[in-house]
């Protein structure tokens, strides 16, 4: 009898566990059960990273298109796959032709692909560093330079740290590692949760890959193989969160269209020696419903022109023609262009990213890191890492302990963090070479990363603020020891730091109020800042804290921070004046903070007497409830609005937009408890289920577990498995 090519199994919450005979055959098996469970939900990832979701999604998709491709998505995914160690190619070709076997029949059976008028296309190899390339374009928050720079141009470069998300963060991840004498069982525990967009389908994978080489569980994203952020390999286990570096840069481009003899056109950029050419192209774009768009795109030397206005033509004068190829010459070669000329011109912002520079994603420590068997493995595998940057945790069954960040961050001016930066000023230039990425110690029998500051903070210059860091320690060190049954204690917890430091700051101080502002202010005062789903001062909180966003972001003095008409629809998240003002309440607040027109305790008081006036739910659950998005929401039904526990600054995260909605869009993706004594004794949970079929029995029924923070076993043992097929 012929050898199995894999084998599939399901646990009770069909969780896919793939056997294989060798790494490469997992692969393609990996592929074949991820199209299979998620064939829709990757086959809008292959589009997106394409930039062609709009043909089948309708318009409301085409911002994100034309990010993706101005950004050059596919071509630096090409350049990163072409570039991949031969081993690592032949693995990830493997995986896409897995998907590639078994998504013509999956796409029979998701009802989105008929309801679209989609038929799968066809996964070429470098697809799933598209696909990574994609969930992490916008991961470093590069366009919150944009909105720095506004605050800086309208109140002066002073007022930015006020902003900042460091009071507090909008989003983020917990993590955090317990050394063996912290537990019950005598070898360490590791646990997290990240925090993202929560998706339906959801955006892990739970899943589990097992060869003779290897035996992993881990949380794996849909369209990209191996386990790459939170794994367990049996000897040793791994996670991440993401370390808030900064490592994106937005250059200002003066750029201008010139003649060539030939009659053809031409696109320069002004840089650090004058006129360059640059790269230009023009894409058209279908729309479901709509006509076809056409996008002119222009690269620089700089990078990928991501937002650009009209290029204005060169003066006749200006311009020289310099043998066949209609070069033009640099200023101060006799054109009587100069750097004040140039300054006039027609403004583009060219991005600059480490994948594109280096040609690499680093994804050869995907497969190395499911060969790991010690944390040594774990590090020397994430030494070649490039993006996202993640601060990583690691342990092993021998006591091994890791705690260090892992990918690339370009040496560059601090200017260049900051904000946006002129292509033509040679300090701006990246020097070509790398930080170093920093180490940190794991002390007092633990360490916790959630955003904050800590051993990242070399490397950024927003981190979240170090209330859920501080929470998760002080949770820890309330007992002397943790079993994996424990760690739920942590993961739901639900009070607000946030919320206790507003109330002193801005509610405590109040007098003269209304008698029914003043019972408010009673029911407050009595509230534990506990953010759960039933509380009513839970409730009040929030509204009081929505109505004073909502007054701040509308004080006259601010004005010229409000959106404009000509705002990019891809960055207004980033733009929101009263997004950032919601989200940076406990740093606007404090005295001095904003300009002196600007009466904070005046704004205070009256939005507590607005609540006194317009009333407030009875439990915060009635309106912070989860928000999923889905591709296409018609056709597979989103789970409802369940009501949530905790906010963007409890561990329990689950961020909305104060003053804007109390719906949440963001919170716990997945969360674990990885234990190095018995694996079988490790825990996990995502938000909906295993399966990405709308009418699957699995694909939400783990959600009512998540919703109260409760976990799902992880099973080892093959023997109480279901098999559904050896092929």
Known sequence: MPRARHRIHRDPYGIPHVWAPDALALARAQGVVTARDRGWQIEVERHRALGS???????????????????????????CYE????????????????VDSALPEAARRAPEFDHAGLRPGAWEPWVPLAVWLSHHLLFAGFPAKLWRDRVASALGPEAVAS?????????????????????TTGAPLL???????IEAPGVYQQIRLACPEFDVVGLAVPGVPGIAHFGHAGHVAWAITNAMADYQDLYRERLRRIRRPDGTTAVEAWGPDGWEPADVRTESFQVAGGDPVEVEMVETARGPVVLQGAIPAAAEEEVTAAGASGAVRAAGSGTGVDEADASGRGTALALRLPARVLGSLGFDALPALLRARTVADVDAALDGWVEPVNVVMAADTSGGLLHRVAGAVPVRADANRRGLVDAWDPATAWSGEWEPMPRGEVSDGRAVMANARGVATPLGSEFAAAHRARRIAELLDSRPRWSPADITAVHTDTFSPGAAVLLARLVEPLAGLSPEAASLRRELDAWDRHMGAGSRGAAVFAAWRGALARRLAGDPALAALAPRPDDPEIFLPWLSLLGRVGHALEGLTVPGALPAAVDVPAHARAALEEVARDGAPAGWGETHRLAAWQALPSVSPSPGTPALEGDHDCVMSSSSVPGLTDLSARASAARFVWDLARRQDSAWIVPLGASGLPDDAHARDQLPLWLRGALVPVVTDWNVLTEEESA
């Open 53 to 79: 979701s709009a043909s089948f999604l309708g318009p409301e998709h085409l911002s994100w298109d034309v990010l993706a491709r101005r950004a050059r998505l596919a071509d630096t995914a090409r350049r």
């Open 83 to 98: 570039a991949l160690d031969e081993g690592t190619a032949a693995w990830v070709r493997a995986y896409a032709e897995g």
């Open 163 to 183: 902003f900042s998300t460091d009071g507090p963060g909008t989003a983020g991840s917990n993590g955090w590692i317990l050394t063996p004498e912290r537990t």
């Open 191 to 197: 646990a997290g949760d990240p925090h993202r967009f």
